[in-house]
């Protein structure tokens, strides 16, 4: 488990990408929400195994249906350890921020 210093650095890393536009990003537009998630589940696993320390999951506004489910599934993934943390992005509206857990 990361340090608050550790965990705030990552935090400032994700944020400094996101705002720059570097970051690997997951496109989920025009999903279905069961397909959505299966494929937010395999991208992150990619960037854990790749070890990319975070990426953007943009879910879209639309009626507001994957967007809750992308940000339920964020929850529990945090809750689960599998994440560290996840935060709207500055970048893209109707996106989120992914902090991956370090290796």
Known sequence: M???DEKELRLMHAELCDA???LPTLD???MKKEDAIE????FLSHQIFSGESCCC???GRGSGILERAVKKEMKDLVKSGKIESFFPSQRHPSAA???????
Request: charge should be neutral; proline fraction near 0%.
């Open 2 to 4: 990361a340090n608050a």
């Open 20 to 22: 720059s536009g570097n």
């Open 28 to 30: 989920l537009h025009g």
């Open 39 to 42: 494929e937010m589940k395999q």
């Open 57 to 59: 999951i943009v879910h």
């Open 97 to 103: 921020v992914v902090v991956v857990l370090a290796g």
